[in-house]
């Protein structure tokens, strides 16, 4: 309740709203009822994954939240941990329409500078 009177305001200010939470359907069912207008689906567990079965549990589980919140008509945006060693299967998940990859751009800036890591990263994103 606390939550979706701060959306409430947010949006009263002609804010976008967008939540940061799980590839979980009911959170993000419960993003969709208090009226965010988008979701970022964290990836943390995704690139976390220490086999190659439960990072494609996960990547599955992220597939499936993407297609639920755009299915709502939420935007779907991912983050947390990507990097250009495994954003390339989220790319294949069409309903997600951002990446927030900060933290790993700027480490390959300091390698290459940052116009290189932006095309290269930018590269990657349009494979799919």
Do not use: K, W
């Not at 995704?46 to 996960?58: I, K, L, M, N, T």
């Not at 935007?75 to 390339?88: I, P, Q, S, T, Y």
């Not at 390959?108 to 990657?124: H, I, N, T």
Request: hydrophobic share 50%; charged share 15%.
């Amino acid at each position: 309740a606390a939550l979706q009177a701060r959306v409430a305001e947010l949006q009263a200010a002609h804010l976008p709203v967008s939540l940061f939470i799980d590839p979980d359907l009911a959170q993000i069912d419960a993003a969709r009822a208090i009226g965010a207008q988008s979701v970022e689906l964290h990836t943390g567990t995704y690139c976390d994954a220490r086999s190659a079965v439960q990072r494609q549990a996960e990547l599955a589980r992220l597939a499936a939240g993407a297609r639920h919140a755009a299915a709502a008509g939420l935007r779907v945006a991912c983050g947390h941990g990507l990097n250009m060693h495994n954003v390339l299967p989220l790319v294949q998940i069409s309903e997600i329409e951002e990446y927030n990859i900060g933290h790993s751009l700027i480490a390959q800036a300091l390698f290459v500078g940052l116009p290189q890591a932006v095309r290269e990263m930018l590269a990657l994103l349009t494979v799919g």
